[in-house]
């Protein structure tokens, strides 16, 4: 997924936005926006994870986007 960094991300009918911000000491956090037929349901930023990378941090504010999506889905199940 590196390298995809302005690009949304479509997951089990949402769409996830990657945030990620530069923090201090030059490491990256992860942020995202999750949306579900336009509208935001969810959303974080400057999270405890940080990485030495947007790319890296990109690509791990997706993939707790993804994990906070599977549990919206269980929770509407």
């Given at each position: 997924?590196?390298?995809?960094?302005?690009?949304?991300?479509?997951?089990?009918?949402?769409?996830i936005v990657a945030k990620p911000v530069q923090g201090h000491d030059?490491?990256?956090?992860?942020?995202?926006?999750?949306?579900k037929a336009g509208a935001s349901v969810s959303s974080r930023t400057?999270?405890?994870?940080?990485h030495a990378s947007a790319n890296t941090a990109y690509d791990s504010s997706v993939e707790f986007a993804k994990i906070e999506v599977d549990n919206l889905v269980a929770l509407t199940e």
């Open positions: 997924m590196s390298g995809q960094n302005n690009q949304n991300v479509e997951y089990r009918g949402y769409v030059d490491l990256w956090h992860d942020g995202y926006q999750i949306l400057n999270t405890e994870s940080a």
